[in-house]
Nanobody, 122 residues
Framework: QVQLVESGGGLVQAGGSVRLSCAAS????????MGWFRQAPGKEREFVAG????????SYQDSVKGRFTISRDSGKNTEYLQMNSLKPEDTAVYYC???????????????WGQGTQVTVSS
C-alpha cells in the first residue's frame, strides 16, 4: 500500500508559478511510477503528467507541455509538479497518483492522494 499526501496548492495570479509536492509513504516509493492528475469543477479528472520510477521517462498532457515540469526525489520519497505560466483554465484540484509499475499509462494509476486546490485568477 502507498499513502500519498499533496501540498503546495493555493491562489495564484495568471502568469504566476506554483510548485506542488507529494509525499509518499508505505511501499518502496522508488519502484513506482508517479503522476499528477487534475479535476476542474464540472469536468472529469484528467491526466496532467507522469514520471517513470527512475525519472528518465516523462509524459505530459499537451496543454501543459512547456509550462509544467514533473520530477521526483526518491531519497525524500517525494514527487513534484512545477507549474509556470499558469492560466485560469489550470484551476482545478490536483491529485498525486502512483501505480505499482515502473511506468504506467494514465489508466493504470491506482493509488491516489486527497488532492490540493490550485486556483488561478485572471
Amino acid at each position: 500500500q502507498v499513502q500519498l499526501v499533496e501540498s503546495g496548492g493555493g491562489l495564484v495570479q495568471a502568469g504566476g508559478s506554483v510548485r506542488l509536492s507529494c509525499a509518499a509513504s508505505g511501499r518502496t516509493f522508488s519502484n513506482y511510477a508517479m503522476g499528477w492528475f487534475r479535476q476542474a469543477p464540472g469536468k472529469e479528472r484528467e491526466f496532467v503528467a507522469g514520471i517513470s520510477w527512475t525519472g528518465s521517462l516523462r509524459s505530459y498532457q499537451d496543454s501543459v507541455k512547456g509550462r509544467f515540469t514533473i520530477s521526483r526525489d526518491s531519497g525524500k520519497n517525494t514527487e513534484y509538479l512545477q507549474m509556470n505560466s499558469l492560466k485560469p483554465e489550470d484551476t482545478a484540484v490536483y491529485y498525486c497518483a502512483a501505480c505499482g509499475s515502473r511506468w504506467c499509462t494514465p489508466d493504470e494509476y491506482n493509488y491516489w492522494g486527497q488532492g490540493t486546490q490550485v486556483t488561478v485568477s485572471s
